[in-house]
Nanobody
């Protein structure tokens, strides 16, 4: 069973920063791409970012390009989502998920999900 545990959410003012963490197993990081998704109340789930298992492919939604950065620390079995210049519209529950394969592709292929962490951007 693949397990993913998110942390790092919270309340931040517009223009502020947060770093989300997704802790998983070494095997998961070595074999599966990891993605970040978010869902705001009343809205559909949105794919935010993804990083491949070989760390040579990343993906960003247009809405976060230039503001968010995905990275991984294999020694800590953790994938990070650094979020800068946060906007109120970034408010959502953020989930990390493990892809079925080693590369990033559509959300249909994510088999395992974390419980999520709340990010609220408000003054």
């Amino acid at each position: 069973q693949v397990q993913l545990v998110e942390s790092g959410g919270g309340l931040v003012q517009p223009g502020g920063s947060l770093r989300l963490s997704c802790l998983t197993s070494r095997l998961t990081l070595e074999t599966r791409a990891i993605g970040w998704f978010r869902q705001a109340p009343g809205k559909e789930r949105e794919g935010v970012s993804c990083i491949s298992s070989s760390n040579d492919m990343t993906f960003y939604a247009d809405s976060v390009k230039g503001r968010f950065t995905i990275s991984r620390d294999d020694a800590k079995n953790t994938v990070y989502l650094e979020m800068n210049s946060l906007k109120p519209e970034d408010t959502a529950v953020y989930h990390c998920a493990a892809h079925r394969y080693s590369f990033c592709s559509g959300s249909y292929y994510y088999d395992y999900w974390g419980q999520g962490t709340q990010v609220t951007v408000s003054s």
